[in-house]
């Protein structure tokens, strides 16, 4: 079952996404909240989110995926878009998910990619998840201005345009503030760490980062080898979502 939904962040302002759910009865099922990548949507390149929700649900696993403010078909403007606001949203809709019907909001689940598993390893302690996946995560925010000085042009207001997308000065400039491997030390349950072998974004000292920072007391490092920054292949694909079926079937349906 797939259901489109619509919440409010902190702000009030409107965030839209979508629930899979497993056809299991009455019975209380664990979910799964997603978090996108920068400039990225709930549906992820290649719609890997929407395949990944779909294998869950398979799996008796609940999900929701929904767009950052700013992002995909939410309220907002991306020049609008902070780190700090994405993580502030990510706890809204873990707040969201957990109140839905037929959710068990003790046996939550949270998955990130890119900047979004910078925004997953932040709420992850908060938020008292049972396990944590990582795909491509973004482990030191300042790369973020590394990124823009790289494939960015500026803009007369001092914002940069990025793939068409308007970032502002302030996003940059408090980047620094996001400390995702400081939250890291902080939660213990069991976190799967993905990275790329070729990640032409995040070298690997990100995933190594991650790893060595967790204090979970399960815990592992997958590289894909050959795989690109999004895993843009059938093979990397099916890999990155079987291990993380895998993961959240083995840590959330106890």
Not at 162 to 170: L, V
Not at 223 to 247: L, M, N, Q
Request: with cysteine; proline share 5%.
């Amino acid at each position: 079952m797939e259901i489109q939904i619509e919440f409010r962040n902190q702000r009030g302002k409107r965030l839209r996404g979508m629930i899979h759910k497993p056809r299991t009865g009455a019975r209380r099922v664990p979910g799964v909240v997603f978090f996108h990548g920068f400039t990225g949507d709930r549906m992820e390149s290649h719609w890997i989110f929407v395949k990944c929700a779909r294998a869950l649900a398979k799996a008796g696993i609940a999900s929701l995926r929904f767009d950052f403010y700013g992002s995909g078909e939410s309220d907002g403007e991306f020049r609008e878009v902070t780190l700090q606001s994405e993580i502030a949203d990510a706890k809204s809709a873990v707040e969201f998910f957990r109140r839905q019907k037929g959710i068990d909001p003790k046996r939550l689940g949270l998955c990130g990619m890119s900047m979004g598993g910078a925004v997953a390893a932040m709420v992850a302690p908060w938020s008292k998840a049972r396990a944590l996946v990582l795909w491509s995560a973004l482990a030191h925010p300042k790369h973020l201005r590394k990124l823009a000085e790289r494939a960015t042009r500026p803009l007369p207001n001092g914002a940069c345009e990025y793939n068409a997308h308007e970032i502002s000065a302030r996003l940059l400039e408090t980047v620094e503030k996001v400390r995702p491997l400081d939250a890291v030390r902080r939660f213990t349950a069991p976190t799967l760490i993905i990275h790329p072998g070729k990640d032409e974004h995040l070298p690997l000292h990100h995933p190594e980062d991650y790893f060595r920072a967790s204090r979970a007391k399960v815990k592992e490092k997958i590289i894909i080898p050959g795989a690109d920054h999004t895993y843009t292949s059938i093979a990397w694909e099916r890999e990155v979502i079987a291990k993380t079926c895998g993961w959240f079937s083995n840590y959330l349906k106890r």
